[in-house]
């Protein structure tokens, strides 16, 4: 358990300390929140948690003891299997901060108000992603309900218009 916690806080000095700095300027950049790592516990002989930032909110997987993702090519995805459904995470080797996987919770954090509501939504997100559900997410969620709702082809230009109605067809 002590080396977990040293690998933790290992992981949110490197993006406190090495990308903070760089992030500080964007528009996306919420001064009201820190980094933090919350949540983390083991699953599957990884530890899994939120990492909580200024600018993005991630659920990440630590290397387990098996693990030797140094060898992998920097953005290679992996489809993880938990209890609500498949997700597909990122890898991401940055110089200075431990190989990890990232799946984007939230790309911008400007509406979380604080630091406790950043820490409640975290905490919600672990709950529902050990929770088993008749309805399981998949690697791609958007896909299979778009598959649902329409019985013919949708295509990439009439999303983008937003030409969907609310019975699952198309806006004339």
């Not at 098996?66 to 995470?89: Q, R």
């Not at 190989?99 to 820490?119: E, G, N, W």
């Amino acid at each position: 358990m002590k080396q977990q916690t040293t690998e933790l806080q290992q992981l949110a000095d490197a993006y406190r300390n090495k990308v903070q700095a760089r992030m500080r300027d964007l528009p996306v950049y919420n001064a009201a929140l820190q980094v933090e790592t919350l949540g983390f516990s083991l699953y599957e002989g990884r530890l899994c948690g939120v990492l909580i930032t200024p600018w993005c909110m991630n659920l990440l997987l630590l290397p387990g003891a098996d693990d030797n993702w140094t060898a992998l090519a920097p953005g290679k995805t992996m489809d993880l299997s938990f209890p609500a459904g498949e997700y597909s995470f990122t890898l991401s080797l940055t110089q200075d901060i431990m190989p990890h996987l990232s799946l984007p919770l939230f790309t911008t954090v400007l509406d979380f108000k604080d630091q406790d509501m950043a820490r409640d939504v975290a905490r919600e997100v672990l709950r529902c992603l050990y929770r088993e559900t008749e309805h399981k997410a998949s690697v791609d969620p958007l896909a299979t309900e778009l598959d649902k709702r329409h019985k013919k082809a949708l295509s990439r230009r009439d999303f983008l218009r937003g030409r969907l109605s609310e019975q699952g067809g198309y806006d004339a």
